[in-house]
């Protein structure tokens, strides 16, 4: 176990997500290959390949459980010649998940310290489709729209517009929407000038701060 025994657990982390239902085998391979330690502090690493397990990563912030990652990743039918979006770089990580999955992923972080240290380890790891920019992700990413999907990974009272209308014909939106304390993840696949919505589950995700989220004294 040269390196310290992560990948086995890492192996153990994909074989938990498909018992759990996490049926798409390139969302399970990119978790698979992407190693989520070098994404967190080092007094955190042994629970990094917990699937139900968030983590502080600074700044009042957090890295979403595996399972999340996962449930986002799948829902979104990302194929690799899309364009994603997503609101919320955090670590990092799920960016470098869905580098797996997609042609270029575009991130927005409103925080700069975790952008720069996101973008740092996505360099390290060899990533070369993901851009990082640090502003307020709720009003998306116009000049590199259309997106065939867009991850919110920040939980808002409400979908943010300007999300909805830079999403492509049968793109797909996935985005928590409720109260501060808990929210529900909905999907939203544009079919012309419509949106469809379905709910998957409930879930708990750091606020989403921006002129189309909550206040950042609220
Ligand atoms: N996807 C991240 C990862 O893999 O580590 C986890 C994201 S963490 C749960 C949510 C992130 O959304 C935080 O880093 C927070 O600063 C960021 N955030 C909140 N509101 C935002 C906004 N309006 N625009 C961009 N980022 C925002």
């Known amino acids: ?102 042609r270029f992923v575009f991130s927005i972080e409103r925080i700069a ?16 489709n993901v851009s990082v920019k640090v502003m307020d992700g709720t009003m998306g990413w116009r000049a590199q729209g259309p997106f065939d999907a867009i991850l919110v990974t920040a939980g808002g009272p409400e979908v943010p517009q300007p999300l909805l209308s830079q999403l492509a014909d049968h793109g797909r939106l996935v985005v928590p929407v409720g109260p501060r304390e808990q929210q529900v993840l909905k999907v939203i696949q544009r079919r012309g000038s419509r949106f469809v919505e379905s709910q998957l589950q409930d879930v708990c995700f750091v606020p989403l701060v921006g002129r189309y989220g909550w206040e950042p004294s609220q």
């Open 1 to 102: 176990m040269r390196d310290g025994g992560f990948t086995y657990r890492r192996s153990q982390m994909v074989e938990s997500l498909r018992r759990g239902g996490i049926r798409d085998e390139k969302v399970l391979s990119a978790m698979g290959e992407i190693p989520r330690h070098l994404f967190i502090g080092e007094s955190w690493r042994a629970r990094a390949y917990d699937d139900d397990v968030s983590i502080n990563i600074g700044s009042g912030q957090t890295i979403s459980q595996p399972r999340v990652v996962a449930v986002m990743s799948q829902s979104a039918r990302i194929e690799p010649d899309h364009k994603v979006l997503e609101i919320g770089t955090g670590s990092g990580y799920q960016a470098a998940v869905l580098s797996r999955l997609a």
């Open 113 to 128: 310290v975790l952008a720069r240290g996101a973008k740092r380890c996505i360099d390290e790891l060899g990533i070369e």
